[in-house]
């Protein structure tokens, strides 16, 4: 069988499996469709998590943002601040929230603000930051359909949007979470097989995040091999290359962990499980679920990396024929992935870090997650399985956002604001219409993607960081923050976060509309525009603070909420 | 006073809570913004294994750490909400 048919074989059962499993699971009640009937066990509810947390960007891209762009040690940020939010979540955020157990992150700061100019902010915070990062995902599933299944992209973008309008508008929540769940054991699976033999070629050693601290065939450690081969090639040292400065690794790290805490699809999450007490603890399962992925992605970096930099250059000085280059590089080089362009007509493939004469003039992150099976020579299943994985990833994390959007649509602008008497049987109605919409609203983004498009996964968290986040907190942890200080926080948040993305990066990420340029030496205090979120949050906390203490305190009812969902249950009179 | 003992339950579940948080916080602090940014360079001076140690906290020893504090942070509760009769039904 050849490699498009097995790969056809294996995504078109994973496929199928997503639809049994949604067919199983409609939702017949509001309940249902947003919250999955409040019946999920922690550790099912971590899995789902796990996968709809995990996206096209970490399934793909990740690796190679660390083991490439941020030449190793650089990459850190992502894999601190993508998991260390989990710990947020759990202690200041999920918990209350569950508690206070309603539908939506929108809703929450509506009744915890006593406004519906506060619910309508919140909801336009939400929406920008989960539109911006779902156009990723489709994306992502149309790549994938296009490389590995060699369908055109408009193509596979069609077949994911089938397949998510199927199961999030006949189950909502419900049937989105139990096939999260197939998504993270395909995915996992998928992630987890390449690493353990790249792992067992390079070291010997079978767990790849062992393998990334043991000794190659040679007796010296990876990681010094690696090192002394970037060193060699001009580049920097693969364990120390700090990425812009101390201050602006923190600021990134703390950014995209805030970010994670107050991202709304993650929030609602944490609404599905059955008390308090369950929603820590699914924290907890969530991040382990996670971290097979995350500890995994250093080592594949790591390992994926060195296998390309011996295949270009066995010994210092030596380098590889461009007739003698293996079969996985001329196909990666048919997609564009990889590039060589023999400047000096030597013949060999010169790959160094001087711009001037790097033959290897492209080498996109991608390839370290999607040519991995190939360069270590492993069977067609296994690459197979990394396409359905690559594709469970984007759809699993699709479908969490578009709940998020769709929920925030018809629950807090229908039912809570503008249309207050609909009947419950009219708002699933419209629940479902929402996510109709929110899906095809996202193919349509997918197929004509704006320009602001690209790094915009980054942005979403800035945004999150700086608006909906402080917001929350806020309302779990101060009785005194008023609506008005919360409303002008969360827009100062926002407006401060944009305005500093846009004045480096063009506004709407239109080229040439930044007026002060993306160059390091324009930045503030060296934070680079993705890192940003931490300082809109600080900006966001200080405005909320100072308003609020100008503003009359809020109602009694309002800090009787607050004290009402800091605490499981009622303490009992007796 | 029935009443009170009510609100000395809150407010004792609420202090311990804020404990647990800081202790916790704290760690997570020290183990990822700490041990893999602030102090990477002089903890890279001790190795573990093939690691330096700094570099392994900023892309392992953080992770495990952030698993291991949710646990704990879980497990604390659950054992302080008994203890005050603050457990809620199962569902």
Redesign the interface.
Known sequence: MSLTETTYWVVGASFALYILIAIRSRAGTTQEFYVAG??IHPVANGMATAADWMSAASFISMAGL?GLSYN??GG?VF??GW??G??IL???IA?YLRKYGKFTVPEFIGDRYYSDAARVVAVICLIICSVTYVIGQMKGIGVAFSRFLETDYETGLFSGMFIVFFYAVLGGMKGITYTQIAQFCVLIFAYTVPAIFISLQLTGQPIP?LG????LADGT????KLDQTLLDLGFQEY??SVRGS?LN??AF??SL?IGTAGLPHVIIRFFTV????AA??S??WA??FI?VL??TA?AVAAMARLNIMQTLAPEPGQHLAIEERPAWFKNWEQTGLLGIDDKNGDGLIQYSADPETNELVKLDNDILVLANPEIANLPNWVIALVAAGGLAAALSTAAGLLLAISSAISHDLLKRTLMPDISERQELMASRLAMAVAVLGAGYLGLNPPGFAAGTVALAFGLAAASLFPALLLGIFSKRVTREGAILGMLAGIGVTLAYVFQHKGIMFIPGTGFLGDLPPNWFFGIEPNAFGVVGALVNFTVSLFVSRLTAPPPESVQQLV?DI????????? | MALSDAETIRRTYWRENRRWMLILGSIWFVVSLGCGVLWVEPLNQIRLGGFKLGFWFAQQGAIYAFIILIFSYASVMARLEKRLGLEEPEA
Do not use: D, F, H, N
């Open positions: 409040k019946g660390i190793g040690y850190s894999l601190m998991t260390g989990y710990v759990a202690m200041l918990p995040q990334l601290g043991s000794t450690y990876l990681l010094q364990t120390t101390t690794m923190a790290t703390a962990m059955p008390t308090v007490r820590r603890a924290a907890g991040l382990l971290a995350y500890t250093p004290e800091r605490i499981p249950v009622s303490p009992r009179s007796s």
